[in-house]
Structure formats: C-alpha cells, structure tokens
C-alpha cells in the first residue's frame, strides 16, 4: 500500500484541533509535496524530512510524495508537523508498520534528531480530549507533555529509535546517533524564582493592608504616590500572598506559557500566580496579544489567574488601556488577524501604579510641586474612567516615615498574611459557591443588593454618602464588595458597620483620581 | 570518447536490453535536432514512446530521477513533436519514459523506469 496515515495536531491559540496527515507515494517523478495550507516553516520540512530520514539510515521514497494535512482548510504552522509528515510517508513506503492512532508532535533536525516544539502542552490536551491518548513527542519536551492526565507521552531522542519501535529493519536504521542534549533535556524541575517578602517593606501599614484585602478578594488596585513610597515594591509582592492556583487553573496557565515557549528549567506545572510586569512603552499588541499571521498571547494573557501590574500607568498610551476593558470585563481576549481569530483567557488582576502628577512630587501638601493643576489634572485623566470604575481599591500610597523605616525586620512575613488571604478566599468559595463565583470582586450589584444584602443599620453609612452625592451607585457596590472581603479576613460572618466604613476608606483614599 | 560518455552509452544499452524484454520495439536511438537529443524511441503497442536514460556509478550525487527537472521533460515532449515532424508520422498516443540505471560495476546494475512522465 503506497497510502500512510498519521496524526498531529494544529494549534488555533489555545485550540488544538486533530489533523490527519496522509502521505501518497506516486509513480512519478521525485518530489515533495505538502497540501492543507502550510505556511513557510511547514513548507521547509521537506527539506528537514528529507535530510533526516537519510540520515536516519531510513531514506525517503526517491518519487513523488504527496503528504496532505486534513481538514485542508485549516491553516497550519510551524515545524511540529515535521514527524507526523516523516512518519506517513516512511508507512507509505511501507518502512515501518502502521501506526494506528498514535500522535506525532516534534521538530526533526537534519541529523535525524528529535527537537522540542512550542505550545506542547495544549497540543497534548487536545489529542487526550479528542480520544488520541497515545503521544510521541521529542524528549525535551516529554516532562511537559506528560502534565497532560491521561495521555501516554512517549519521548524520543532520534528518528532513528522511533521508526525502529514501529517496526523499521534495525539492520539500516543509524542506532548509534545519541545527540547531545544542548537544547534541553528537561532536567529537575528548577524551582520558580521566590517572591520577594513582605517583610521587607518598612511602614506603609495602610498600603499593606490594601493589599492583602485586593490579594483576599482579588479585586483590582491602583497605588499613587510619589516616587521611592514603594509602590513597586508593594505590587511585586502581591504574588506571593495570593493562594496557589488549582489543578485546572494550573492547567490553563501553564498551557499559555507553553505557547510563549517555557524554559525548559520550568517545564512542571505552573502552580504559583504568574506575575506580568509589561513595561510602559509596551504597543497594544504585545499586552493584548497579536503579531503577524496567528496572533500570539500577550502580557495580559500570560497574566491569566495572576497578577499584570502597570508600572507608571498613565504613561502608557491610552489606547493600550482600553484595550485592557474587555478582558477585564469578560476574562478573555479573542484577537482577530488575517490568518484566523485565537480567544485566549485573560482573568488578571490588574495593579496599577502612578505618580500623583508629572513631577511626582505632588503628595502630602504638595509644596515642592511644579506642576499646574491642569497639567495634574490632564495626567491622572490619561487612566480613563470607565478603567478606573473597574478598579476596586485606589490608594494612596505616602512616602515612608523616619519613625517606620527605622525598625526593619518588625514587619510581618508573606507567609502569615498569605495564610490569611487563604483563609479569607475559602470563605468567599463557601458562600458564593452556589452562585457560580470564587471571589468577591466577581460579585454583581444585584447579588449585592439580593441575596448578599446587608441590615440598613450596617450601611447607614454608605446610604448617607450615596445620598450626599459623594458615592455612585457603582462607586456603592464597590464598597460592598470590599467590605465582604474585609470581613471575610477579619473571619465574620457578614460586614459590620465597621467593614464598611474601613472600606469606604480604602474605595476613596485617592481624590485625585476620582 | 569520455569515461562519462562511455557510462552514459553503457546505461542506454542495458536501457534498450531492459524495454526490448517489455516487449517495445526499439525504433531509433540517439536522434538529434537543433533542440537537442533524444536517447531511445520506441513504440510500445500504439504508444510511440521518448525515452530518456540518466545512469549514475552511484547515488551519491543524487538519484538519476533527481536529474530530470521540469524543464528537461518539456524539452523532451517537445523533441517528441520533432521528431514526428522530421518523420512526417502522426502519433496520436505519444509519452515520455524515464530510465534509471544506476551500475556500480559490481555487475548487477539496477533498472528503474517511469513511464508516461510529465
């Protein structure tokens, strides 16, 4: 039989879908043909095939080989296709026996090698969740695709040892090629880098407390203050007093960083909240997601069930912004190109940091600053307010005391206020559980003001702002939502008046953005 | 002549050994035009058949089928429209074959054909 068939898959953002790859030997003459739409790098693994299949002792048919990627209409891209092409057109040629449902995800090097490729670990969940549980990746990549439960992964180093297991003449085959691992055998699972400690910020108690309640309720947090108060400090350690991500969440994160290429140190799953700090000349595309053809996650998408902060945000440009609504909004980014649309999640929480005015020097009294009030005005205006309505906590954040920066070592670790907040997110799990949330910030204001609803005596404080205009209606379930976090770290039941009004606080602490 | 001439001239004979066992009657070899040659014509049945025969010592330069690119084959179906001409004969069904021969002088020289190439 002159007709191979194999399997692989195609990636469509975090999609995979099951492509056959069938390869057809003609009685014609020699040439190489791939169908199905491949793009450039596909195209090049005609040449990558041929040269490792000869020097794999195992050369390819010297006729015509069609090889077709079914369905033909999807786009397909990049070189992970190279085996699976290699593996139809050796059954072809009746090389090897069939290979049934296994499959082939892997790049092939002209030394017949097996080399790892990216996005390996969505690709895996999609064969499993297709019903093609056998898989056969390059070694490199095998510690990743074996995250996958229920997928049997097998690793190979050459093409050579592959097409021996299916049944190639050992007597040809060049068995004795080991490459070296320069380009990554995944080793020990390295350890990600640890979270810098809240202990090591000095003072700032209200700013601490801030954060704990955003990293308890995961609600969103803008810092202003002036330059050296310690805004990045705080946001960077955000991370570490967030609670570790769940078995599906982990999932989900590792499958985006495995398309923006893992460092073969990392390949384990990512169970710590990933942190994106972007920095603020960053174009639309590279938060959002984009780039030519396919469009690729962005820094928004590799914050997912994380943390994106936004260092010096009203200097990033306005648009940029904006563009962060929708997923802050809906979790996810689907992004249009000319090649096809990727939906890629993208539930962050979103921290952001500015400077009270262009100067920075514009805090406390406000005696050392140079700027206008139009120019002040005109900065922190550059945050638009449909962004800010979605940002639960903005605060203030002053500069260091004499008194606090002299007793270093007195504050509090990460670990205890992360056992809080751990403590703090299975209650909310617990009570709005069977409303379909986790978090306190998901909350709608009719659950808020329905189900959720507090005694009048609680928010009589609440109701008097409302009434005197200094609170929204939006403004007002924002505080809510706050002050069910409040409580849920202080361990009650429901928010006190108390609760309340510290959140009220924590909601209006900066006027100047309002 | 050449050791490459001698080769190729080797090749065509076990080339025509190998069509006379198909059963082809050899008609003309080594015809030349303008254009350029053609190896062997044949018929085969009806067909009036253009041969090319590519030998090679081994394949360490390529397999002979490599060497037939496309521009060669149009040559060649050209010539066979030639040659018809200068033959003042009307060939309904006329095709291209390529021959192999790859001899390493181990005497087992080994024969692949392709026949209606193109």
Redesign the interface.
């Known amino acids: 039989m002159a007709l191979g068939r194999t399997y692989s898959v195609a990636l469509v953002g975090l999609n995979g879908y099951m492509v056959e790859v069938e390869a057809d030997i003609g009685?014609?003459?020699?040439a190489f043909v791939i169908l199905g739409l491949p793009d450039a790098a596909l195209n090049e693994a005609r040449e990558r095939i041929r040269s490792a299949a000869k020097n794999s002792g195992i050369p390819l048919s010297?006729?015509k080989i069609t090889a077709n990627l079914i369905p033909a209409s999807l786009p397909k891209r990049g070189s992970g296709f190279d085996l699976a092409v290699t593996m139809a057109a050796l059954r072809a040629a009746n090389d090897i026996r069939a290979t049934g449902r296994t499959v082939f995800i892997a790049e092939l090097g002209l030394d017949g090698r097996l080399r790892p490729v990216r996005g390996i670990l969505p690709a895996v969940m999609a064969a499993v969740q297709a019903g093609y549980p056998d898989v056969v990746v390059a070694q490199a990549n095998l510690a990743e695709a074996s995250l996958v439960p229920g997928a049997t992964v097998s690793g190979y180093r050459t093409l050579a040892r592959l097409a021996l297991d299916f049944g190639a003449d050992p007597q040809e085959l060049a068995l004795d090629f080991e490459p070296d691992d320069a380009d990554g055998d995944a080793g020990a699972p390295g350890e990600t880098a640890p979270c810098p400690d809240m202990a090591d910020v000095s003072g700032q108690g209200e700013a601490r407390r801030a954060l704990e309640v955003a990293a308890a309720g995961a609600h969103h947090l803008l810092l202003t203050g002036p330059p050296g108060a310690g805004k990045t400090m705080l946001a960077e350690r955000l991370p570490g007093i967030l609670p570790d991500l769940g078995d599906h969440e982990s999932m989900e994160v590792t499958a985006i960083h495995s398309l923006c290429g893992l460092p073969s140190s990392q390949v384990q799953l990512l169970r710590r909240p990933p942190f994106e700090n972007p920095h603020h000349t960053a174009t639309a595309a590279a938060i959002i997601g984009g780039g030519s053809g396919l469009p690729r996650p962005g820094a928004a998408s590799r914050a997912h069930r994380g943390v994106l902060f936004l260092d010096e945000a009203p200097e990033y440009e306005r648009r940029v912004l904006d563009a962060l609504r929708q997923p802050l909004e809906s979790g996810e980014l689907v992004i249009h190109r000319s090649a096809g649309t990727a939906a890629y999640p993208a539930r962050f929480q979103l921290v952001l940091a500015a400077n009270p005015c262009p100067c920075g020097k514009a805090s406390g009294k406000g005696l050392d600053c140079t700027c206008t009030p139009m120019m002040r005005r005109r900065y922190l205006a550059r945050m638009s307010g449909p962004l800010l309505d979605r940002v639960d906590i903005q605060l203030q954040v002053e500069r260091v005391s004499l008194a606090d920066f002299g007793q270093a070592g007195a504050e509090e670790d990460t670990a205890s206020v992360a056992r809080r907040v751990r403590d703090a997110r299975q209650r909310q799990v617990q009570r709005l559980g069977p409303l379909g949330l986790e978090t306190n910030s998901q909350v709608s204001g009719r659950v808020l003001r329905g189900e959720l609803r507090l005694p009048p005596g609680v928010t009589r404080i609440l109701d008097h702002s409302l009434e005197r205009g200094i609170l929204t209606a939006r403004g007002y379930d924002r505080v809510l939502r706050l002050a069910w976090t409040l409580a849920d770290l202080g361990l009650r039941d429901s928010p006190d008046a108390n609760d309340v009004g510290q959140a009220l606080g924590l909601r209006q602490a900066t006027a100047a953005a309002a | 002549m050449k050791a490459k001439d001698l080769l190729g001239r080797h090749g065509e004979d076990l080339a025509v050994g190998y069509l006379e066992t198909l059963g082809m009657l050899i008609v003309e070899r080594n015809w030349r035009c303008s254009e350029g040659e053609i190896d062997v014509v044949a018929l085969d049945g009806d067909a009036l058949v253009i041969a090319e025969v590519k030998t090679r010592r081994s394949l360490d330069y390529g397999h002979p089928f490599e060497a037939v690119g496309p521009d060669k084959l149009a040559r060649l179906h050209r010539l066979g429209a030639a040659w018809c001409r200068d033959r003042e004969l009307r060939m309904p069904l006329r095709r291209v074959d390529v021959i192999a021969v790859v001899d390493d002088g181990g005497g087992s020289p080994v024969v692949e054909h392709l026949k209606g190439v193109g």
Do not use: C, F, M
């Open positions: 009685q014609s003459l020699p010297r006729r």
